[in-house]
């Protein structure tokens, strides 16, 4: 992805930066919107209406949440952490080798433009800069064309876990790093950096097999 791609976004220049609590009700209307349109195409894995606050002021709280802003404000959030959903990842699976995305979402009117690549690339360099290996998520089981999308990221899909009261259980992941290289630029600034936030932490080298030697998350 290069720089000038989603140029025609806004005047200013975007920029990434962690969300602060006077951001909530901008993150969830964009949450709202991206489950609304989920939700009219059939896909239940967000909840009709988005989620309640309390949902996502912990992540807000623990300096988990980011949002990318420009001149139409908030236009996209992903959250980052060390937190492996139990219901889907393995104690096999080496929870702590990976940083986990969730609440990835662009704005409507910024689609097809590539801002998720790109919060995908950051949130892969940001498992290279804690010493983990795998950037990782989970998706609709039956939103196949998602998953297409995911694959054509350079995520391996590596099972579904078909839980009754779940709609998300296809599991991905990738190695760290960014999908188009190191030389690839991102079309944000990032104000938020590498040292900070659970995500941001310094994670414990891994040992020979994987397994992180402490884990800091």
């Known amino acids: 992805?290069?720089?000038?791609?989603?140029?025609?976004?806004?005047?200013?220049?975007?920029?990434?930066?962690?969300?602060?609590?006077?951001d909530l009700a901008d993150v969830l209307a964009l949450l709202a919107e991206t489950a609304d349109?989920?939700?009219?195409?059939?896909?239940?894995?967000?909840p009709a209406g988005g989620f309640p606050?309390?949902?996502?002021?912990?992540?807000?709280?623990?300096?988990?949440?980011?949002?990318?802003?420009?001149?139409?404000?908030?236009v996209a959030t992903i959250a980052l952490d060390g937190n492996a959903d139990p219901d889907f990842w393995r104690p096999g699976d080496l929870p702590g080798a990976a940083l986990y995305v969730h609440k990835l979402s662009v704005a409507r009117s910024c689609s097809?433009?590539?801002?998720?690549?790109?919060?995908?690339?950051?949130?892969?360099?940001?498992?290279?800069?804690?010493?983990?290996?795998?950037?990782?998520?989970?998706?609709?089981?039956?939103?196949?064309r998602?998953?297409?999308?995911y694959r054509g990221q350079r995520f391996t899909h590596l099972r579904t876990v078909d839980l009754p009261h779940r709609a998300s259980g296809a599991l991905f992941q990738r190695?760290?790093?960014?999908?188009?290289?190191?030389?690839?630029?991102?079309p944000f600034t990032d104000r938020r950096g590498f040292g900070t936030g659970r995500a941001g932490r310094q994670a414990a080298p891994?040992?020979?097999?994987?397994?992180?030697?402490?884990?800091h998350v």
Do not use: F
């Open 53 to 74: 606050a309390e949902r996502i002021a912990p992540l807000i709280e623990t300096g988990d949440m980011y949002l990318v802003e420009g001149e139409r404000g908030v």
């Open 112 to 144: 097809g433009l590539g801002l998720g690549q790109a919060l995908l690339d950051w949130a892969g360099l940001r498992v290279v800069a804690t010493g983990r290996r795998w950037l990782r998520l989970d998706c609709s089981k039956d939103n196949l």
């Open 1 to 22: 992805m290069h720089s000038n791609t989603v140029s025609t976004v806004t005047a200013r220049p975007l920029a990434l930066r962690a969300a602060t609590a006077a």
């Open 206 to 215: 891994l040992s020979s097999h994987g397994t992180p030697v402490a884990e």
């Open 175 to 186: 190695a760290g790093g960014m999908r188009g290289g190191l030389g690839t630029a991102l």
């Open 146 to 149: 998602l998953q297409g999308y």
């Open 37 to 46: 349109w989920l939700n009219g195409r059939g896909v239940r894995q967000w």
